[in-house]
């Protein structure tokens, strides 16, 4: 008993450190993340944490206009409540993964379109109540029926289906793909969202 158990910590261990290199590897290694405090934490935010200031866009674009190293830029957004909630007619998904991007984010080695594209810098600009959604989202909602075009309930909002995406390539132990990508102005004006104390990653 006693060595199987060790095998079988050792194999958690070791599946578990393989699915977070997985993750940080499909960003590939010219992506970099800035984050106001750390992706994964086992203790309360320091003090010196506590007091470092907000993200912004303005910071996005800064980093846009004078990182000539920087091929690609896109600020992200996520909803600061929870748990988010995505219907069609009679389906619901819980859990959705909610998350407001620029159309430059579906270069970074993340996405992968299934059906139908992804949002284009024009559509984000003006706001376009247009969603991209993820495998198993897909799936739960729509079954086999086609999901372009459709309208979609994201936690109180309608959004057109523009496009799906395969499941990513590397993913955690909670593999199930909820994603949904709106652009990332919308997101921020429909305000399921944020706060205004909140602050955007890049």
Known sequence: IGTGTIIGVGSILTGFDGAVTNVFKSFGPNAI?????????TSDLTPEERA??????E???????ECDACARVSAMLWPNHGPIVTKYKGNAVYQTR???????YAQTGQIDMNQGR???EFEDRHRAQVAVIGADLQKGLF??????????????RQFEVI?????PSASFFDSSDNRVFLPFFSMKKACLLYTSDAADDL
């Open 163 to 167: 496009g799906t995406m395969h499941r």
């Open 143 to 156: 079954g086999e029926e086609n999901a372009i075009g459709k309208l979609i309930n994201v936690d109180g």
């Open 98 to 104: 909610l998350q407001g991007v620029e159309e430059s």
């Open 118 to 120: 992804f949002f284009t």
């Open 33 to 41: 993340i800035a984050s106001r405090e750390p992706a994964f934490r």
């Open 52 to 57: 470092r200031k907000q993200l912004n866009y």
């Open 59 to 65: 910071n996005a674009i800064s980093i846009r206009d």
